[in-house]
């Protein structure tokens, strides 16, 4: 008698992302690969499918558990965690404490401080991938708060399969419902922790949760998760070809200097300048990622330029009248220079 279909679908999941972290690694030799697991359904349920799948692929499998240090009681659960990742057969498995501050939100905060430890605890113990339990249920989260921001395709693309340096990321279970790992889990007699945190209205995703995506079903019908994800992996192609355009398009209308604008005394050599002309002959969607990239290599934090930051300067190429400087994050400014768009740091 085979596993439960719960049991059979996180394992196959699972089992392809080892197989890709094995074929993106092919000179290591048993490769490390981490399990990032809160103690919740989701990433018990991928902790177990990688200890079951990673023995017989050659691969070591350990994993990490972060306590934000935001609830009461949460160094105690960290460790029972710790020893349930033990007890499946993981080795290493570290629990690891971060400080949360205050930038972003206390959603972004949590997930800055979240994403550091797992930065450094992968390098550390020399991993090759880290495992994420985010699933399709996530995803549609994901999308519907990039619609609700207005972010563009970029965002409506949610979370990508393989994301971080060099692919350190996986996540196996954006094609997996949250229902099918809550299943396995009871199948398997595995003890889950429910994180309140998941049942607070005061936190967007959350509401998004709980009210919002229970509306939209009761609205239009049963669907809308799978249709959210999908329009995430649609637009995520849709972003990459784009984003691709655009890096060669940048590469093509950087300019040197000009000489005759040289920054005096102390004050930061510009990043190269940009063509006017070649800007303007680009399609609109390419020009401005053109834009937001060279802001972002200037010194202008990606999370605080906003669409109408992009549009001010977009101005500068296609509605030219003649516009003071403009001041824009991190202490960026961008003027037009006769055909040359000067972007520098103050």
Known sequence: MGPHPAVAAIRLAVRHALNDVTQDHPTRHRPLVLVACSGGADSMALASALAFEAPRLGVRAGGVTI????????????AQVVTRL?????????????????????????????????DATAARLGADAVLLGHTRD??????????????????????????????????PFLTVDRQTTRTACLAQALPI????????????????????????????????VEALARTAHLSRDDADALDDWAGRAAATARL??????????????????????????????????????????????????????????????????????????????????????VIRRA
């Not at 306590?67 to 960290?78: F, M, T, V, W, Y």
């Not at 994901?142 to 207005?150: E, I, K, M, P, Y």
């Not at 922790?193 to 019908?221: C, I, M, Y």
């Open 67 to 78: 306590d934000h240090g935001l609830q009461a009681g949460s160094d105690e659960r960290a």
């Open 86 to 118: 033990g007890q499946l057969g993981l080795d290493p498995v570290e629990s690891v404490t971060v400080t949360v501050g205050a930038a972003g939100g206390p959603e972004a905060a949590a997930r800055d401080a979240r994403y550091a430890a797992l």
């Open 138 to 171: 996530d995803q549609a989260e994901t999308v519907l708060l990039g619609l609700a921001r207005g972010s563009g395709i970029r965002s409506l693309s949610g979370m990508a399969a393989v994301s971080g340096a060099a692919g350190r990321y996986r996540r």
């Open 193 to 224: 922790w429910d994180d309140p945190h998941n049942q607070d209205p005061s936190f967007t995703r959350s509401r998004v949760r709980h009210e919002a995506l229970p509306a939209l079903e009761k609205a239009l019908g049963k669907g809308v």
């Open 256 to 341: 040197d200097p000009d000489p005759t604008h040289a920054p005096a005394g102390d004050e930061p050599a510009p990043a190269p300048e940009l063509d006017i002309e070649r800007l303007a002959s680009l399609p609109c969607a390419v020009r401005r990622r053109v834009l937001r990239r060279t802001l972002i290599d200037a010194g202008a934090p990606a999370g605080s330029l906003s669409a109408r930051h992009i549009q001010q300067v977009d101005r500068l190429v296609t509605h030219w009248h003649g516009q003071r400087p403009l001041n824009l994050p991190g202490r960026v400014t961008a003027s037009r220079r006769g055909g040359r768009l």
